[in-house]
């Protein structure tokens, strides 16, 4: 199918928010879904996030992890859960489980969200995201990234088609009192034509930002400088937008 697909820019961050009662709702199915798929597995009931999906209403999307044995209060592995349910029974309609999917060290992992902007990757295929957040624990040495991955419900299938996109990184040493340099990496994704296959292509922009602060006689001041802007292409293979190693979370 030759069919083009609208471009449409989809900027971080971009979420669709379902009403507080819905998620209120799902929020009550949390723990019944991981005893259906995990009987005995300990849910982290805190970075747990289910939404209904305003794409379909009927579908509520839920992202659970587990944390694994033997994980301490700084560090450890967590596997991952990701499913689609029926949002008036609760029923699960589809799910993709993930063995270790997530590390937390000093890099320590502190955030998931759910991501239910315009990914219209075919006329009939819509995906959403699942956006983790990891955050360094050093002041002097300030870290945050975030990493997306799509997935698209085909059928009773879930796929996902897009792993570990990058999509926010930001970096920095100072001294703690103003005298630093810091770099920001920030990707956004559009919609671009379909292919053969009938898939969008996914145009990654990237802008990158440099700030270098330094101690006066009077004031902290802080220049910033933008470097130079690029994009992407990813094509869909026929199974997965592969990511390349440069924009891949690792």
């Known amino acids: 199918m030759k069919k083009l697909i609208t471009s449409a820019l989809m900027c971080l961050p971009l979420f669709a928010h379902a009403g507080t009662d819905a998620t209120a709702d799902c929020q009550s199915h949390l723990s019944t879904w991981m005893k259906t798929l995990h009987p005995g597995r300990q849910l982290d009931t805190e970075h747990a996030a289910c939404k209904v999906w305003p794409a379909d209403p009927s579908l509520t999307l839920a992202v659970q992890p587990l944390p694994k044995a033997g994980n301490t209060d700084d560090e450890g592995e967590y596997d991952v859960e990701v499913l689609v349910a029926d949002s008036k029974s609760g029923a699960i309609i589809a799910h993709t489980y993930e063995a270790a999917a997530i590390s937390s060290d000093a890099i320590r992992f502190s955030q998931i969200d759910l991501d239910t902007a315009r990914y219209q990757l075919t006329p009939q295929l819509r995906a959403f995201g699942v956006r983790v957040t990891y ?36 970096t920095g040493e100072w001294d703690g009192n103003c005298a630093g340099t810091f770099s920001a990496i920030t990707r956004t994704l559009a919609l671009g034509p379909a292919n053969s ?35 992407t292409a990813l094509e869909y293979d026929g199974t997965a937008y592969r990511v390349p190693k440069a924009l891949h979370y690792e």
């Open 197 to 231: 296959a009938g898939y969008a292509t996914l145009r990654v922009g990237e802008t990158a930002k440099e700030t270098v602060s330094k101690q006066t006689s009077q004031d902290c001041v802080s220049t910033d400088r933008s470097l130079k802007r690029t994009t």
């Open 135 to 170: 955050e360094g624990a050093s002041r002097v040495n300030p870290y945050e990234a975030q990493a997306l991955s799509l997935y698209v419900l085909d059928g009773h299938t879930l796929r996902r088609v897009v792993d570990d996109l990058a999509v926010e990184n930001n």
